[in-house]
């Protein structure tokens, strides 16, 4: 059976899955917790820059130590999911992280906060959301139905993708009434109303195979080959890194490009860059309809290779009307990026076994994020050598070859992908 032939027989009331108390529960929670996080995105560096006086060097590593458990804990972090309780345990990472950020403004009112405990309160809520992302995506099975988990996936993308584009002006508004500590009061107590939500889900847990206790190394090393012996899971793995490269080198250049070579007033910037969030909207919105029209392997297609090339509308902009061009660039892939991810979030949720999904979760992020610095450290250098217009040109170009590169293998030869590995 393909996904798309998972579905309910009975025509759906309006709302879907939000009528579902236990999917209600998981969504008001993760998404309530997503707007705090992005709240805090804006205030950490605002402390450190208004508060601490910190150097551009130390705000760039406040940036980088978020991204460090993932290469550093991802894999063990993956196999460990997989033996513990997945809802205790994003309980606890929702514990620890409220308390992680609470202490900040608590220690900004005796006027002692410094940049060491903003580094090490950054990295370990990093470290805890990469032991609750993973328990998050390995649980969403046992809230939902199969045939739900494309609605539910969906819902939760387009909430986030919105909470993406509230938070830095709730963040800025906090920020500016009750100082930039103090804004990381909204995302601790974001954290107890995810805790809340959890605690009142009433599903069971999937039940996964009991096996002997083996090493931690060896159930990491069979997460990790299970993604690159899959044809599937290796494809969708090393094209989502390219596209994470490549997004993220054109990225670090979007702001330089506006200011200096389009010469736009900074007040627009804001709302010139909110066309990628709100590309995502749209796609999270789409993702489900274009996989029950041409199926999820060539809806996969459609919204990450189709989507590609008006990306290339960028470097064109000049200003004036052509700041269209600048817009459509942005949001069209975006809307592509986050279909394709609606799509195949669902692919491996129902084609994963559910005692390895966590660690297949955690190997593919592992390869996705670990190219991230990369392609901060390539689009700085090539804006810098280049020029800024030519090295979005080089970087869009090598962002559509990438996506291409689905068409190789499995996945340019599937209309629908598979709920179950090749025995």
Same mark, same amino acid.
């Given at each position: 059976?393909?996904?798309?032939?998972?579905?309910?027989?009975?025509?759906?009331?309006?709302?879907?899955?939000?009528?579902?108390?236990?999917?209600?529960?998981?969504?008001?929670?993760?998404?309530?917790?997503?707007?705090?996080?992005?709240?805090?995105?804006?205030?950490?560096?605002?402390?450190?820059?208004?508060?601490?006086?910190?150097?551009?060097?130390?705000?760039?590593?406040?940036?980088?130590?978020?991204?460090?458990?993932?290469?550093?804990?991802?894999?063990?972090?993956?196999?460990?999911?997989?033996?513990?309780?997945?809802?205790?345990?994003?309980?606890?990472?929702?514990?620890?992280?409220?308390?992680?950020?609470?202490?900040?403004?608590?220690?900004?009112?005796?006027?002692?906060?410094?940049?060491?405990?903003?580094?090490?309160?950054?990295?370990?809520?990093?470290?805890?959301?990469?032991?609750?992302?993973?328990?998050?995506?390995?649980?969403?099975?046992?809230?939902?139905?199969?045939?739900?988990?494309?609605?539910?996936?969906?819902?939760?993308?387009?909430?986030?993708?919105?909470?993406?584009?509230?938070?830095?002006?709730?963040?800025?508004?906090?920020?500016?009434?009750?100082?930039?500590?103090? +804004? @990381? %009061? $909204?995302?601790? !107590?974001?954290? &107890?109303?995810?805790? #809340?939500?959890?605690?009142?889900? /009433?599903?069971?847990?999937?039940?996964?195979?009991?096996?002997?206790?083996?090493?931690?190394?060896?159930?990491?090393?069979?997460?990790?080959?299970?993604?690159?012996?899959?044809?599937?899971?290796?494809?969708?793995?090393?094209?989502?890194?390219?596209?994470?490269?490549?997004?993220?080198?054109?990225?670090?250049?979007?702001?330089?490009?506006?200011?200096?070579?389009?010469?736009?007033?900074?007040?627009?910037?804001?709302?010139?860059?909110?066309?990628?969030?709100?590309?995502?909207?749209?796609?999270?919105?789409?993702?489900?309809?274009?996989?029950?029209?041409?199926?999820?392997?060539?809806?996969?297609?459609?919204?990450?290779?189709?989507?590609?090339?008006?990306?290339?509308?960028?470097?064109?902009?000049?200003?004036?009307?052509?700041?269209?061009?600048?817009?459509? +660039? @942005? %949001? $069209?892939?975006? !809307?592509?990026? &986050?279909?394709?991810? #609606?799509?195949?979030?669902?692919? /491996?949720?129902?084609?994963?076994?559910?005692?390895?999904?966590?660690?297949?979760?955690?190997?593919?992020?592992?390869?996705?994020?670990?190219?991230?610095?990369?392609?901060?450290?390539?689009?700085?250098?090539?804006?810098?050598?280049?020029?800024?217009?030519?090295?979005?040109?080089?970087?869009?170009?090598?962002?559509?070859?990438?996506?291409?590169?689905?068409?190789?293998?499995?996945?340019?030869?599937?209309?629908?992908?598979?709920?179950?590995?090749?025995?």
């Amino acid at each position: 059976m393909t996904l798309t032939e998972a579905r309910p027989t009975q025509p759906r009331r309006f709302g879907g899955v939000l009528r579902q108390h236990d999917f209600r529960m998981l969504w008001v929670g993760e998404t309530t917790s997503r707007l705090g996080t992005t709240v805090t995105g804006i205030a950490v560096p605002l402390i450190a820059v208004t508060s601490l006086h910190a150097s551009t060097f130390l705000v760039g590593l406040l940036d980088a130590v978020a991204w460090l458990p993932w290469l550093v804990i991802g894999l063990p972090a993956g196999a460990l999911i997989d033996r513990l309780p997945r809802r205790r345990t994003m309980l606890v990472c929702d514990a620890v992280s409220a308390l992680l950020l609470l202490t900040v403004p608590v220690v900004a009112v005796f006027g002692t906060l410094t940049m060491t405990q903003l580094l090490v309160v950054t990295l370990l809520v990093g470290v805890a959301t990469v032991f609750f992302t993973t328990a998050y995506q390995a649980f969403l099975p046992s809230v939902v139905a199969k045939a739900d988990l494309a609605e539910g996936n969906a819902k939760l993308q387009a909430s986030d993708q919105a909470a993406t584009i509230a938070g830095p002006s709730l963040g800025g508004v906090i920020t500016q009434v009750l100082g930039a500590a103090f +804004g @990381l %009061l $909204v995302d601790s !107590a974001t954290f &107890v109303v995810s805790a #809340v939500c959890l605690l009142r889900i /009433r599903a069971t847990e999937q039940t996964r195979a009991v096996k002997e206790r083996r090493p931690l190394l060896t159930d990491v090393r069979e997460g990790l080959m299970f993604v690159v012996r899959d044809r599937y899971l290796r494809v969708l793995t090393v094209c989502a890194a390219i596209d994470n490269f490549v997004l993220t080198g054109t990225h670090a250049l979007l702001v330089v490009f506006l200011i200096r070579t389009v010469d736009t007033p900074p007040g627009a910037v804001g709302a010139l860059l909110a066309a990628d969030a709100a590309g995502g909207i749209l796609g999270a919105l789409v993702a489900t309809r274009l996989a029950r029209r041409f199926g999820t392997g060539r809806g996969l297609l459609i919204a990450t290779v189709g989507t590609t090339p008006f990306g290339l509308l960028v470097p064109l902009t000049n200003g004036g009307w052509t700041l269209a061009f600048f817009v459509v +660039g @942005l %949001l $069209v892939p975006a !809307a592509g990026t &986050v279909a394709g991810n #609606v799509i195949a979030n669902v692919f /491996r949720q129902n084609y994963t076994p559910p005692e390895l999904l966590g660690r297949v979760y955690t190997s593919a992020r592992f390869v996705q994020f670990g190219v991230i610095p990369l392609g901060a450290l390539l689009g700085g250098l090539a804006g810098t050598e280049l020029g800024v217009r030519t090295a979005l040109w080089l970087l869009l170009g090598l962002g559509v070859l990438g996506r291409c590169a689905r068409l190789v293998g499995p996945l340019g030869r599937s209309r629908d992908l598979p709920t179950a590995p090749r025995s």
